[in-house]
């Protein structure tokens, strides 16, 4: 097993699926002589050529629209978002389009196309290039949202976006490009969405989380194992559709839940799996559920002390899982 | 009047069954305001007025090959390009068979994938830059197709219109955008939508071609598209075409346009109506004959009748079947 970076797995996934299937093609700003800005496709124009690494005008809308299109005639496109703050203009496509055309068509017409973007803060990107957009798309029936935390997920659930036969928004932490790494099999895998994955058994406290976050709480579990405090740490991977049915279970088998996430916190994705818990769960509990999550700020400025009092910090994540022990 | 079919390779059968068409789209959009005055359907979006342009642009392609994006007006297009009677009134009465959306979409939001036809919503000119992608995606596999767009002119101020029109420019790709001007963006009149004389004026900041050209004249309409359509096969890239046409109808059956325009305005339109217009054209060459017509209007009023028959006592698709196709079903 090699150990690669969160990045190299997306483009180990890309360069896999395009010689896998001569359908799959990528579209987007920057992504062909230039490998992205980010350096996520890098490589993948001089190895596949301009047809099928295609660097697209600036016009966010036209990426996902025209992929669309080229998904309704057979194509499996990847369209790229520069950075998630830049999907507005897109937003009419993603859900008037792409997220009802099998079901406004009833089932003649369908989208299998993979959107992916760059999500997160504490890279200095200020406000508009920090965002978490989820939940802008998390009630969305006709889209499942893919969140990834380490490379091992990510190559897994993005090949399994790819060969989706409907439409999927890939989200990747841009922190965690390349401060997360891990290892990944040689061979070939795909991961299932849809489904969310117990990163560490526990006892005593439930962390519900995704993205990068699941790696503050994973850090914050095992330093609290030291003071005897046992943490169950579930990462939802795919934050839409929930996967309820683990939700209810990792809740379940320790009565005290937190859900993370470092979005802003009214109406996030874990509102819905607070909802979700309590709706089943209300005799498991044994504390009410904890919710830690970023202020609700427009996120968030630029300057280093205004940004690390909006981002989420490793030490929230510690704090917020003893008090919970404790109560 | 002189002989202009023949020139453009069309017989005589040709051009009747052109008119066969236009004349069927506005024998249905006037039963739909019967129907829907009668309180037997819900709601009517209407076609009338712009149906020359519609079927002389289907003449011009490939229905056998071809790819098309219409918009909420096109009877005469689905028409000519294969939908039935039958399936029209079945998607007026939103019934179960319905081939466009099964009753979940309002009427005239087409689609019909074995047709070549893809499905569109209500957010105006999202369908503009999918015409895009088929083209995209045909070139790369190398088929030889022309993919076909049509709008209102207030589609064409939308951010969607920009952004396909320019990535199919860079990208030299085979489509055709045709803009369907009927004059008014609901109430909004042309002075109002924007400042350039036509719409096709916009082609040329989109390094393609653009022609404007009568939207009452269906070979008019399908000169300008098989230029398009000729030029998309040599590889010469996309084209901006617009039709000028007239609105004869309120926007739907929940408009009343005597409130923003005169009732004389629409009257002075009338006189140029294709479907009336085309009528004469065919009856001064002698080819259609008082016979012919009337055979025409009874074949075409005997397909009514019996469709909208079929579709009203159809069954509405079963409310269970709500949840169904929101994500593809193994089985």
Known sequence: ?327 | MENRHQALGFSDQDVLKMYEIMLTARRIDERLWLLNRAGKIPFVVSCQGQEAAQVGAAFALNREKDYVAPYYRDFGLVLAWGMTVREMMLNNFAKAEDPNSGGRQMPGHFGYRKLRMLTHSSPVTTQNPHAVGIALAAKLRGDDIVSFVTFGEGSSNQGDFHEAANFAGVHKLPVIFMCENNHYAISVSLKQQFACDHISDRAKGYGMFGKTFDGNDPLAAYEAVKEAADRAHRGEGPSLLEADCYRLTPHTSDDNDMTYRTKEEVATAKKHDGVMTFADYLRSLGILTEEKEKEMEERIRKDIDESTDYAEKAAFADPESVFRYVYEEKD
């Open chain 1, 1 to 327: 097993m090699a150990v690669i970076s969160y990045i190299e797995a997306i483009t180990q996934a890309l360069k896999e699926e395009m010689e896998r299937d001569e359908n799959v093609f990528i579209m987007g700003e920057d992504v062909g002589k230039r490998g992205g800005v980010f350096q996520a496709t890098k490589g993948l124009y001089e190895e596949f050529g301009q047809k099928r690494v295609i660097d697209t005008p600036l016009a966010e809308s036209a990426i996902v629209g025209v992929g669309i299109g080229a998904a309704m005639y057979g194509m499996r496109p990847v369209a790229e978002m520069q950075f998630a703050d830049f999907m507005l203009p897109a937003t009419n496509q993603i859900i008037s389009e792409a997220a009802k055309t099998r079901y406004r068509s009833n089932n003649d017409w369908s989208v299998p196309l993979t959107i992916r973007a760059p999500y997160g803060g504490g890279v200095h990107g200020g406000l508009y290039h920090s965002q978490s957009m989820e939940a802008i798309f998390a009630n969305v029936p006709g889209l499942k949202i893919v969140m990834p935390s380490t490379p091992y997920d990510v190559k897994g659930l993005l090949k399994a976006s790819i060969r989706d036969p409907d439409p999927v928004i890939f989200f990747e932490h841009k922190r965690a490009y390349r401060l997360i790494k891990g290892e990944v099999p040689d061979e070939e895998y795909v991961l299932p969405i849809g489904k969310a994955d117990v990163k560490r058994e526990g006892e005593d406290v439930t962390v519900i989380t995704y993205g990068l976050a699941v790696h503050f709480a994973l850090q914050a579990a095992e330093k609290l194992a030291a003071e005897g405090i046992s943490t169950h740490v579930l990462d939802l991977q795919t934050v839409y559709p929930l996967d309820k049915e683990t939700v209810i279970e990792a809740a379940r088998k320790t009565g005290k839940v937190l859900l993370v996430t470092e979005d802003t916190k009214e109406g996030s994705v874990i509102s819905e799996v607070a909802a979700t818990i309590a709706e089943n769960c209300l005799f498991d509990l044994d504390a009410p559920i904890r919710r830690l999550a970023a202020p609700d700020v427009p996120p968030m400025p630029y300057a280093a002390p205004l940004e690390k009092t909006c981002m989420l910090q490793p030490d929230q994540v510690e704090h917020a899982i003893r008090e919970l022990a404790e109560f």
